[in-house]
């Protein structure tokens, strides 16, 4: 005979669990803490304590061991995993071996993870554009995909309360269609920026090119100091973790304010198998974790449960949550989840030399660039593709070296290197229409070391993608022509979807039930004690930066959270 543990299940019970530790999961647990909840965090991965665990965030090109490439062996040993553009020996203590988590790619994907505390928060570009307008009407105003159940006024003031805390640096640019947030001091642009600004200004209406927004503390307040974090050395070192805290982390902001509260129990190496629902009280009552050191299942309770395990994680979380009444995975009566998941296209390149201002050369390093505001199909529809691009753009000299001659002719050369031109580029950010036919779905038969089904994903580019590059590279050509740039080259990486690391989609929210899986407050239509604020929760893509949106979403789901628990709504 066996006996329900009252007293395992009280130590395991909590008001609430966040499922993941990066951008979102971390804001979830600040946020849920500091109002009062016990809250669990649950990170698969190992712990990163801010500060300590960042091996190479002070060496020297010359002090990591291969000169910052990966040894062969190593790059064997993980063939899908090595393909990702942030795999080098600098930030090998971030990278996911293959067999951790393998998946099935009907067609090319590259599926960039970060399993470990603060998750992608510390591998990500730190590129913080609000959304405006014009990018949440997208859908309802071309018909391609569900209109979304918000719009920019509802969500304006969760911009600002994220931006203050994380610290966002930028100018005030009074464009509406790339809305101004609190900003501290922007990074100067460098006189090529600036030459092609004053070009742009002086030949289009529509055209902007302004300092990029990123989250890097310029001029640290209050608020940052409290969270005992530094201002920005511009070091752009940024991928391999700062301990100095200049950037925003979940490692060195959101987490550490979380644990501060005495609410939040961090659990690492805690693989989330599913969700528990209870089919009496008809709300999700729990969530299944594999320890991954012990391979035990356990069992955590709670009212509240947030998932942010990043979009396709969390898809297959939810999809994997199945019970006599979801037996395809929880919320999902429509049969919708795991489909109309996009990304971010970013395959467009253009660069060029410039040969002005060989007086001047930049005075180091950028943690930052300027950057192009989407200007196509923004108030109405101009061109034969749906939707369009913003654009990054940067430049700078480098050194040319002259290795002709020999002994103190060469040594001389070597030693007195001369400037070359300025070398320019920029590259595509292009909004990806979210389609049925791009989707995830559970492998019925194959299953990782934890027991859990591999996800299969199918995903491919569409004619919309390629008329989008097409256009880059003219519109771009004219821009640098007029600029006076020469020796422009265009080119196009083919790289396969989910290169650029902004998964979205999948969970995606909407107004109706049928059509959608969240609500406006980014609850599950059918289990509103489940709430999804990551990735996987974007209805479109629009152009920005995903992350600063993810923030404001889940602070704003939190809030909302809790004032509906002191009701007993939840």
Request: charged share 25%.
């Amino acid at each position: 005979m066996s006996y329900f543990n009252i007293d395992s299940t009280k130590a395991n019970t909590y008001d609430a669990i966040v499922i993941g530790s990066g951008i979102s999961g971390g804001w979830a647990a600040k946020e849920l803490s500091e109002k009062g909840l016990k809250t669990l965090v649950l990170e698969r991965g190992r712990d990163v304590k801010h500060g300590i665990d960042y091996p190479t965030a002070n060496l020297h090109p010359w002090e990591l061991g291969h000169r910052g490439q990966v040894p062969l062996d190593v790059r064997k040993q993980n063939p899908v995993n090595s393909r990702s553009g942030l795999y080098s020996e600098a930030t090998l203590h971030f990278a996911l071996k293959d067999d951790e988590q393998p998946f099935v790619e009907e067609k090319p994907f590259r599926w960039t993870r970060g399993y470990h505390v603060g998750g992608k928060s510390l591998l990500w570009a730190r590129q913080t554009q609000r959304w405006s307008e014009y990018d949440f009407d997208g859908p309802a105003r071309d018909g391609f995909a569900v209109d979304w159940p918000i719009r920019y006024k509802d969500i304006a003031p969760w911009y600002s309360y994220v931006e203050k805390f994380a610290g966002i640096s930028g100018n005030k640019d009074g464009l509406p269609n790339l809305p101004d947030g609190e900003f501290l001091p922007a990074f100067e642009m460098n006189c090529v920026e600036t030459h092609l600004q004053s070009v742009i200004a002086k030949n289009y209406k529509d055209r902007h090119l302004i300092q990029g927004r990123c989250a890097h503390i310029t001029d640290p307040k209050p608020i940052h100091n409290e969270q005992g974090r530094a201002k920005c050395q511009n070091r752009a070192l940024c991928v391999r973790g700062c301990p100095l805290g200049g950037y925003f982390s979940s490692n060195a902001s959101t987490l550490p304010w979380a644990a501060k509260t005495g609410n939040m129990t961090l659990r690492p190496h805690s693989v989330v198998h599913s969700l528990i629902y209870d089919e009496k009280k008809e709300k999700a009552t729990g969530v299944r974790v594999v320890d991954a050191t012990t391979k035990e299942m356990i069992e955590f309770y709670a009212k509240v449960i947030f998932v942010n395990g990043s979009a396709l994680n969390s898809t297959l979380i939810l999809l994997n949550s199945v019970s006599g009444r979801f037996p395809n995975g929880l919320g999902n009566d429509n049969g919708l989840m795991g489909k109309y998941i996009a990304w971010h296209n970013y395959r467009a390149r253009i660069s060029a030399e410039y040969e002005g201002h060989l007086d001047k050369t930049t005075d180091g390093r950028t943690p930052n660039h300027s950057y192009f505001p989407r200007f196509r199909n923004v108030y109405k529809q101009e061109t034969d593709f749906l939707r369009g691009y913003a654009a990054g753009f940067a430049g700078g000299r480098s050194t040319i070296q002259d290795r002709d001659g020999v002994g103190e002719d060469l040594k001389h050369s070597l030693l007195n290197p001369t400037l070359g031109n300025w070398r320019v580029s920029s590259w595509m950010m292009a909004e990806v229409l979210p389609k049925e036919t791009n989707f995830v779905r559970l492998d019925p038969d194959l299953k990782d070391k934890y027991g859990i089904p591999q996800l299969r994903i199918s995903a491919d580019w569409d004619d919309n993608d390629e008329k989008i590059i097409r256009d880059y590279h003219e519109q771009f050509t004219e821009m640098f022509t007029l600029a006076g740039f020469t020796n422009i080259r265009a080119t196009d990486s083919h790289s396969a979807p989910g290169s650029d690391i902004h998964e979205m989609g999948g969970v995606r929210m909407g107004k109706d039930p049928k059509t959608s899986l969240l609500n406006k407050w980014n609850q599950l239509h059918t289990v509103p004690n489940v709430f999804v604020t990551d990735g996987a929760c974007m209805t479109s893509t629009s152009t920005q930066n995903p992350s600063l949106t993810y923030m404001a979403l889940t602070a704003r789901a939190a809030d909302y959270a809790v004032k509906e628990l002191k009701k007993k709504n939840l």
